[in-house]
C-alpha cells in the first residue's frame, strides 16, 4: 500500500468525517471508496454536455432578478 496525501479544506473534511462517523466509518474510508469508484467508473465527476447549450434571453422584473441573484450567490459559496 502506498501512502499519499491529499490537500482538503478543513470544513469540507470536518463535516465529512461527521458524516462517516454517522455511517460508521472512517473518513480514509470513504476517501478510498469514492477514489475506488470513480476509477471503476462507478461515479461521474462534473457536467457534461451531450449538445450545444440553448441560450435564451427572458426578461424579469427586479423582484425576480433579485431571487436569482440570491440563488447564484448561494451556488458559489
Do not use: C
Not at 44 to 62: A, F, L, N, T
Amino acid at each position: 500500500m502506498t501512502t499519499t496525501s491529499i490537500s482538503v479544506e478543513k470544513n469540507i473534511r470536518d463535516k465529512a468525517a461527521k458524516k462517516a462517523k454517522e455511517d460508521m466509518l472512517s473518513f480514509s474510508s470513504v476517501v478510498r471508496i469514492l477514489l475506488l469508484d470513480y476509477s471503476n467508473g462507478k461515479i461521474h465527476i462534473g457536467s457534461q454536455m451531450k449538445r450545444e447549450p440553448y441560450i435564451e434571453i427572458m426578461e424579469v422584473d427586479d423582484d425576480t432578478q433579485e431571487l436569482m441573484d440570491d440563488v447564484v450567490a448561494e451556488w458559489n459559496k
